[in-house]
């Protein structure tokens, strides 16, 4: 089996990262290569295992964020000819944590192999209420799961790319949803319609660390928590109109569940 080309993002927090690539290097270093994309981070904060600094005055000024840091590293290993060497492509932000002792991407492969029609798949977290729907070691599909780590099947993700003219602000993700609101829905409805489905597993548990935001916002070079989350919002909803023509998030939501 081709290994998993997992990419973490990083701004300004070196050692949560190095931590993350140190948990997967010892636990599914067979199964995966890791990638490092440092988003503006500052010189003496990159993480020591840096693949990639991008560093323009304006992602130095305000970062990549999720949609346009995972398309920035998708679309290099598309570019460097790396593409090929993976099945599946395992998307992570450096806020998240696994338990001990667990094996992630290899569970993850097997569940890819068993299920064949399933174009992403998500570890649970312990706190979200799916875990009690889903049930132990099993699967459930579902129209909305949080990003924070999505592990993508390949040939799903062909189908969604775009490889006219692609940047990191249009390879998978859209780059005007500066700050990702609802592109859970988006890319989960974009997946139904392609006749893929989404899952969340309880058999990979991972969680994300909110301390990072409400902490230490000023060394990442972002807004606090509270007016991170009105921009989210604010911002977003001006996205999903002017995109979708949507007036509320409801809508997106149910967009996304009507492919579901």
């Known amino acids: 089996m081709k290994k998993t080309a997992t990419i973490i993002l990083n701004r300004n927090l070196p050692d949560e990262t190095n931590s993350l ?15 490092v994309v440092e988003a503006g981070s500052d010189k003496n904060n990159l993480s020591k295992y840096c693949t990639w600094h991008e560093k323009s005055p304006e992602v130095m000024k305000q970062g990549l964020r999720y949609s346009r840091g995972m398309n920035y590293g998708l679309l290099k290993l598309w570019k460097d000819g790396d593409w090929n060497k993976y099945n599946s492509f395992f998307l992570l932000t450096n806020d998240t944590k696994f338990p001990k002792n667990q094996s992630t991407v290899s569970t993850l492969q097997s ?11 998500s570890p649970c977290s312990d706190r979200w209420g799916e875990k009690n729907l889903i049930g132990i070691n099993s699967i459930k599909y579902f129209w909305f799961i949080h990003n924070n780590a999505y592990f993508f099947r390949r040939e799903m993700l062909e189908q ?58 000023q060394l990442i070079k972002t807004e606090s928590y509270e007016e991170n989350l009105k921009l989210y919002v604010d911002e977003g909803l001006k996205w999903i109109k002017r995109k979708y023509g949507f007036n509320s998030k409801w809508q997106m939501v149910q967009y996304s569940r009507l492919f579901y």
């Open 21 to 35: 690539v140190e948990h997967l290097v010892k636990y599914d270093g067979k199964y995966t290569d890791v990638f």
């Open 111 to 121: 569940l890819q192999v068993k299920y064949p029609k399933v174009g992403v798949f």
């Open 160 to 217: 969604l790319l775009n490889t006219e003219n692609p940047t990191y602000m249009n390879f998978l993700f859209d780059g005007d949803n500066f700050r990702g609101y609802l592109s859970e829905s988006e890319t989960i409805a974009r997946a139904y319609a392609n006749d893929w489905a989404a899952a969340i597993t309880t058999e990979v548990i991972a969680e994300e660390d909110e301390s990072y935001l409400l902490n230490i916002n």
